[in-house]
């Protein structure tokens, strides 16, 4: 058990397994006992001569009972478990949480979006996961919950978190080549700072808004292109935007080599058919965003990556 950390799925998850492996360590000991014990009672010199020996009632019926009433039991404990994971409470603080090649994103009712999750302490949280691309799996280990993220699909996950802190967030499906870039945290706040922090972020984003603030930089944050791309010139899973504009580009094209021009066109295009133009030297992985981002702000993205001389 970590230290420190006791949630409601904690008890749930750990007690199940403190029971399989108190059950098993106790058949494991039993075993490796008879075991010994009849290889020393039974050994040839105190039985030159076989024995036959026919079947036992008793016996049979007691260890196909035990064991299977033992089997029983861990179904019972977690098919329980199961369900109280599964069975999200009511009022539950709702997050949606988006997988992506190569990080989450984290957003809440008020509009506000994050990397880092951040919670209130010991009250209920509602993930619904949902995946951009390929199979992900949101995983937090210190509160023992896990769960698929699959595209096209919204799945369901609670946890408590029962104190203050930072606990890890993991991707547990191999998605990729960068699939380790998938550590992010989970900030467990008390109620009173984690208030004050949601309300000040939903205040912040409406001024945003309201002042149409150009949010380049932001949205390459948001949307995780600086998973794949940087901005200082040194190329990343995918080729730098430093500069790009107004390039010329060697691309490949229905397999054959073209040179284009970096125009606005082609970085519309790149956001939406990342593959139909494919920059040479670089793999075909650029995720679409087709479907994941609105005109207004591609055209915002487009202004900022002609903005990155
Ligand atoms: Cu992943």
Same mark, same amino acid.
């Given at each position: 058990?970590? *230290? /420190? ?6 008890? $749930? $998850? ?6 399989? +492996?108190?059950?098993?360590?106790? !058949?494991? %000991?039993? @075993? ?20 036959? @020996? *026919? ?5 049979? @019926? ?11 039991? !861990? ?10 994971? =599964? &069975? ?5 603080? =709702? %997050? =949606?949480?988006?997988?992506? #090649? ?9 509009? %506000? ?36 993220? $699959? ?12 104190? %203050? ?11 990729? *080549? ?8 989970? &900030? ?14 939903? &205040?912040?984003?409406?001024?945003? *808004? ?5 949010? /380049?930089? #932001? ?13 200082? /010139?040194?190329?990343? @899973?995918?080729?730098?935007? &430093? ?5 010329? $580009?060697?691309?490949? =094209? ?6 284009? #021009? +970096? ?9 939406i058919e990342p593959n139909a133009e494919i920059v040479k030297g670089f793999p075909p992985i650029m995720p679409s965003q087709k479907g994941l981002i609105s005109e207004e702000e591609i055209n915002e993205l487009v202004r900022y990556m002609k903005?990155?001389?």
């Amino acid at each position: 058990m970590i *230290r /420190g950390v006791t949630g409601l799925s904690n008890e $749930v $998850v750990d007690n199940v397994f403190l029971f399989i +492996a108190a059950i098993s360590v106790f !058949m494991l %000991v039993l @075993i490796t006992f008879l075991m010994i014990y009849f290889t020393f009672r039974y050994r040839r010199k105190r039985n030159p001569q076989p024995e036959d @020996i *026919r079947g036992n009632l008793w016996l049979e @019926i007691l260890w196909t009972v035990i064991p299977t009433l033992l089997v029983l039991s !861990m179904f019972y404990y977690g098919w329980t478990g199961f369900r109280s994971l =599964k &069975k999200i409470p009511e009022g539950a603080f =709702k %997050v =949606k949480v988006a997988a992506r #090649q190569w990080s989450w994103l984290f957003e809440y009712e008020n509009g %506000v979006k994050t990397e880092e999750l951040m919670v209130p302490v010991g009250k209920p949280i509602h993930l619904l996961l949902t995946s951009q691309d390929v199979i992900h799996s949101f995983y937090i280990p210190a509160f023992r919950v896990k769960q698929d993220a $699959v595209p096209g699909m919204v799945a369901p996950l609670w946890f408590k978190a029962g104190e %203050v802190g930072t606990y890890d967030v993991l991707c547990a499906e191999y998605c990729g *080549r960068q699939h380790s870039y998938m550590l992010a945290r989970v &900030k467990v706040l008390s109620e009173e700072e984690f208030n004050r922090w949601y309300e000040g972020k939903g &205040k912040e984003l409406q001024m945003e *808004r309201a002042r149409g603030l150009p949010r /380049g930089p #932001q949205l390459l944050q948001e949307k995780g292109c600086l998973v794949c791309h940087s901005l200082d /010139g040194a190329p990343r @899973i995918g080729p730098t935007l &430093k500069g790009l504009f107004g390039k010329s $580009v060697i691309v490949l =094209k229905d397999g054959k080599e073209q040179k284009v #021009q +970096a125009n606005d066109a082609y970085l519309k295009k790149s956001l939406i058919e990342p593959n139909a133009e494919i920059v040479k030297g670089f793999p075909p992985i650029m995720p679409s965003q087709k479907g994941l981002i609105s005109e207004e702000e591609i055209n915002e993205l487009v202004r900022y990556m002609k903005e990155l001389k």
